[in-house]
């Protein structure tokens, strides 16, 4: 990833930031490469927009460093810092047309006016906007105002632009087409993007690498490839899509191939995924890897016979909650016309291959 974005434009060296008793930030290290669409990760609480405050300069860490560009930035004030930040409430000028909003931070640095209006007229034609700049905000809808947004935080040409949660009060359509055309904004641009969501599916779409938090502490940080194929707690397995989880003991069953027996019986095979396994360990399956079949495969490494109890419909997938003796077991299918022979309380098996079957490491 280093190779292909260039080096690190934001580091954050062992960051620490607390509120009163309350650690929001506790002793956070990443690197955010130079061109990279970088999302914070967690659920409310977990210290993600805490930490995109501190890289904005709005907060001060209580210990630690935070670089830009390899320069200590902690006591530098926002205003001088080369990064621009995009909220969730837009924070627009309501009594200021829309060329006026931009334009605001332009005016500021005391540009020339036919230097704004270009610069105005060129952002506007970016985000999508062309021939709107006499509008007001109350005549836009909500992802013409997010663009507004965007367009005055890039319109200064920051090395570095923060965005929390900035697509938080749309609904779910314009959503989640504001989610692409940020991300070909990002890549036309070649800005770094440091985004923060609590919406997995929304930072598994967008991002290069994601940093996922809980309770302050970073608890991986990779692609999402990595996040959801290879969590490394069950914290992240169950936050980044839905897991099927066993706990049990391990042992080698045959060279490569791992046994994890659980306490009600159940024997699931696996890979050798990591070189260091506990006796103890928590084996995940994730839902779309696991078939249902009326009869037991001819070869199958994990087969286990049930009840289908519940069947959500969801369109372009079905998902199927199964009872293998007192175990829930959730499955997602695609809507194929073989699912709709499945049916609640119907007796199947469902299945999946040993290389499906994850060992977390802790």
């Not at 506007?124 to 965007?150: D, F, H, M, N």
């Not at 707690?233 to 391990?250: Q, W």
């Amino acid at each position: 990833m280093r190779d292909e974005l260039g080096q690190a434009i934001i580091y954050m060296d062992s960051v620490v930031k607390k509120y009163g008793n309350v650690v929001a930030v506790d002793h956070i290290s990443i690197d955010v490469f130079a061109g990279e669409f970088f999302s914070i990760l967690g659920p409310s609480g977990c210290g993600k927009s805490s930490l995109l405050r501190l890289i904005a300069g709005l907060e001060r860490p209580d210990s630690g460093l935070i670089y830009l560009n390899g320069n200590v930035i902690n006591s530098i004030p926002p205003y001088r810092r080369d990064v621009n930040m995009v909220f969730q409430s837009y924070a627009l000028f309501p009594h200021m047309n829309i060329s006026e909003n931009i334009s605001f931070g332009l005016k500021l640095k005391g540009m020339k006016k036919d230097r704004i209006n270009e610069k105005v007229s060129t952002i506007l034609e970016t985000v999508g906007l062309p021939g709107l700049g006499s509008r007001k905000p109350r005549q836009l809808s909500g992802g013409e105002q997010q663009r507004v947004a965007l367009a005055r935080a890039l319109v200064n040409e920051p090395k570095v632009l923060l965005l929390d949660e900035p697509l938080g009060a749309l609904d779910l359509k314009l959503r989640k087409q504001m989610q692409m055309e940020l991300k070909s904004l990002q890549k036309k641009l070649g800005i770094t993007f440091i985004y923060v969501t609590h919406d997995q599916e929304e930072a598994l779409t967008m991002s290069d690498r994601i940093a996922i938090m809980k309770a302050g502490k970073l608890e991986q940080l990779g692609s999402p490839s990595d996040v959801y194929e290879s969590p490394e707690s069950e914290f992240v397995a169950n936050f980044i899509g839905t897991s099927n989880l066993f706990s049990g003991s391990l042992t080698n069953d045959n060279g490569p191939v791992l046994l994890l027996t659980t306490t009600d019986g159940m024997k699931i095979k696996a890979l050798h995924n990591s070189t260091d396994y506990p006796n103890q360990a928590t084996a995940m399956v994730r839902p779309e890897k696991i078939r249902i079949t009326l009869h037991k495969p001819e070869k199958c490494d994990n087969s286990f016979h049930g009840e289908i109890e519940d069947v959500v419909y969801m369109g372009t997938f079905i998902q199927f909650i199964m009872n293998l003796n007192g175990r829930k077991l959730v499955v997602i299918e695609k809507n194929y016309d073989k699912t709709a022979k499945f049916s609640l309380n119907q007796k199947v098996f469902a299945s999946w291959d040993m290389t499906s079957t994850f060992i977390m490491p802790r």
